[in-house]
Every structure is written in C-alpha cells, then in structure tokens.
C-alpha cells in the first residue's frame, strides 16, 4: 500500500496556517518535500515533522532548537538520547518562563505601587515630592 502524501494546501489546511509558514519551514531545514514540476509533494514523514515542529513552537522554542531534537529521531538507535536532550531543552525553557514571571510579577507590583500613589494623590490625600511621583518601594 502506498504511503500517504499531502500537498502544501492540505497541509496548510490541517495545520491552520499558511503556505509562506511550510515553505519557509522547508528552507529552514525541517521539510523535505518531494517535486512534482513545480509541485510539492509531503510525505506521512514532512506532516510528522511538521506537527513536530509547530508543537515545538508552541513550547517556545527556536527552529533550531526543534530541527536539532528532530533530527535526532534520524540519526538516534533509541529515543533516550533524544529524549534527554528534550528533557534539556524544557528545563532551560521552563527556567526562563518563569524569570519572566519573576520579572512581570516585579512590574506589576511596581505598577500597583504607582497607580496607589496617584490615587491618593487625585484624592488629596498626599503630594507628590516637588511635583514628581516618587518611585514606589
């Protein structure tokens, strides 16, 4: 039985984005599309590594961060060496979330503090020093 294939419109369609996203994935490394003139044609293997690769999207990674863990899965004789280094790649990504979110946490409450501050002062409850909001603590 002959192996499924899919041109760059079905899998624009399945996937929900555009023929410039899976052609620039193409040139980028992470499809290899067979030619048919000026067609191309995706095998079973380019619709995995495309659903691959937007997973790995939407985790936050880089293309190559996702081109170099795919890769693996061709060179690899088993999968724990892919998967350690995935494992690598999720906890440095995790890491740098959640400094993120230290970071917006900071901000905001920053925010908050500043936002008080001119509430009070509207209110008439407090002037600022020399015209100037001080900076919140």
């Known amino acids: 039985m002959k192996e499924p ?3 760059i419109t ?3 369609r399945d996937f929900d984005i555009t023929p410039r996203t899976i052609r ?4 980028q490394g992470l499809l290899f599309p067979q030619r048919s003139g000026s067609a191309r044609i995706y095998s079973k293997r380019d ?8 997973r790995g999207k939407r985790l936050g990674l880089s293309l190559a961060e996702i081109k170099d863990l795919i890769d693996m899965y061709d060179t690899a004789r088993d999968e724990s060496s892919q998967l350690t280094r995935f494992l690598t ?5 995790k890491a740098a979330l959640e400094q993120q ?8 409450a920053e925010i908050n503090g500043v936002e008080e501050q001119c509430r009070r002062i509207l209110a008439g409850n407090s002037r ?8 919140a603590q």
Request: glycine share 2%.
């Open 10 to 12: 079905e899998l624009s």
């Open 24 to 27: 620039y994935y193409e040139h």
């Open 89 to 93: 790649v999720l906890t440095e990504r």
């Open 101 to 108: 979110r230290e970071d917006i946490e900071a901000v905001l």
């Open 128 to 135: 600022p020093a020399k015209g100037r909001l001080r900076r």
């Open 47 to 54: 619709h995995t590594r495309l659903k691959l690769t937007l």
């Open 5 to 7: 294939t899919f041109t």
